[in-house]
Every structure is written in structure tokens, then in C-alpha cells.
Antibody
């Protein structure tokens, strides 16, 4: 059974870079699945950030694309998220999730999700 | 921009059928998925590809879709079904989610 565990700093300063890691266990990041990041604002709205395949091919939400990089480390079975130039609007719970479909094909479905990690942007 | 619209709340009596709608121009063209999120927990996939249930999801959860609308139905609703429910689909460029519906079982 695949399990996902997010980790990283809980507090980031404005204009800084948010960096998170997602550890994948019980399965392989080299499987035929995509691996996504989704965030949930304090108001509970969900927003897809992007996803990556084990080959390194990635797709991003156009609204965040200029600030986002998602990478995969197959040796460590980890997915990483970098979000630059953060503001208070980036304060959210960040989840990693396995995509059993393919986002760009319109078949995305996320299962399972990690427990999430709260990141607050504040000075 | 493309949006998915859900009612903020739905109330149902125990044992009755709850229906939660999701409206969006491209529903029926792109698949809809549905997620359940209980307080303090992560979302859980309950319906994908409009009407399919993942393994382990009770049969009382069902989904349907037609042009412009996707619907999640929960038959024989139980108090454990109280949660926020989110629809999800694809726009030209991004996965998008509805704003969520709080289901109350009273």
C-alpha cells in the first residue's frame, strides 16, 4: 500500500523559496504513475500545483508555472517541490498525492494523499 | 477562467439519499472525480471517471455526469459521511477543483 509523507519547513519568509519533500513508501516512484502536489488554502480551497513522472517529465498549473519546480529522486524515492517568490497567498497545507491518471490527458485522479504539511509565509 | 461550482452545504437526514452537484461548462466532456475530506484529515478519492468507485469505497457512493453537471449521490447516508466533498476535473491547462460542499447529516 503506497504511503506518502510530506516534510519541510513550516515557516517561510516572504519573497523566499518554499521547499518540500514527499517520501514515497510501499511503492515505487518509478511506477507507471504520476506524482502530484496539491495545496489547500486556509479557506479550504484546493489548488493543483503540478505533477511529475519518474522520467522527469512534468506539467504545471499555468497560474504557478513561473514559480514552481517539481523534481523526482528515484534513488531516494522522493518527490520535491520548490516554489519561489512566496507571499502570504502561498500559505496553505501542501499535499503530495499519487495520480492514477494523467493530468494533461484529463484523467487525473489522486489516490492516496499524504497527511499534508502546513506552510505559513510570514516575516 | 474555468470554474467548478458546488453548493456550500447540503443537509440530509440519516438513511436518506444526499446529492451534491458540481457545475462546469466542460463537465461531460472531461471526467469528474470526487473526494471526501473529514475534519482534520486528507482528501480521499470516492468517485473517478464520473461514476467509478475505487476499491474500498462503499457501494452507497455513486456518481453521474451529463453535459455541464456532475453529481455525487450517497444513499443510506450515515453520520460517518459528514464531511466536505470536492469535485475535480480538467481545464485546458490545469486540474481544477470545486469550492467544496459541507454535508451535514441531521
Amino acid at each position: 500500500q503506497v504511503k506518502l509523507q510530506e516534510s519541510g519547513p513550516g515557516l517561510v519568509k516572504p519573497s523566499g523559496t518554499l521547499s518540500l519533500t514527499c517520501a514515497v513508501s510501499g511503492g515505487s516512484v518509478s511506477s507507471e504513475d504520476w506524482w502530484s502536489w496539491v495545496r489547500q488554502s486556509p479557506g479550504k480551497r484546493l489548488e493543483w500545483i503540478g505533477e511529475i513522472y519518474h522520467s522527469g517529465s512534468a506539467s504545471y498549473n499555468p497560474s504557478l508555472k513561473s514559480r514552481v519546480t517539481i523534481s523526482v529522486d528515484r534513488s531516494k524515492s522522493q518527490i520535491s517541490l520548490n516554489l519561489t517568490s512566496v507571499t502570504a497567498a502561498d500559505t496553505a497545507v501542501y499535499y503530495c498525492a499519487r495520480d492514477l491518471g494523467i493530468a494533461v490527458a484529463g484523467t487525473a485522479r489522486f489516490d492516496p494523499w499524504g497527511q499534508g504539511t502546513l506552510v505559513t509565509v510570514s516575516s | 477562467s474555468y470554474e467548478l461550482t458546488q453548493p456550500p452545504s447540503v443537509t440530509v437526514s440519516p438513511g436518506q439519499t444526499a446529492k451534491i452537484t458540481c457545475s462546469g461548462d466542460k463537465l461531460g466532456h472531461f471526467y469528474a472525480s470526487w473526494y471526501q475530506q473529514r475534519p482534520g484529515q486528507s482528501p480521499v478519492l470516492v468517485i473517478f471517471q464520473d461514476n467509478k468507485r475505487p476499491s474500498g469505497i462503499p457501494e452507497r457512493f455513486s456518481g453521474s455526469a451529463s453535459q455541464g453537471t456532475a453529481t455525487l449521490a450517497i444513499s443510506g447516508t450515515q453520520t460517518m459521511d459528514e464531511a466536505d466533498y470536492y469535485c475535480q476535473a480538467w481545464d485546458s491547462g490545469a486540474v481544477i477543483f470545486g469550492g467544496g460542499t459541507r454535508l451535514a447529516v441531521l
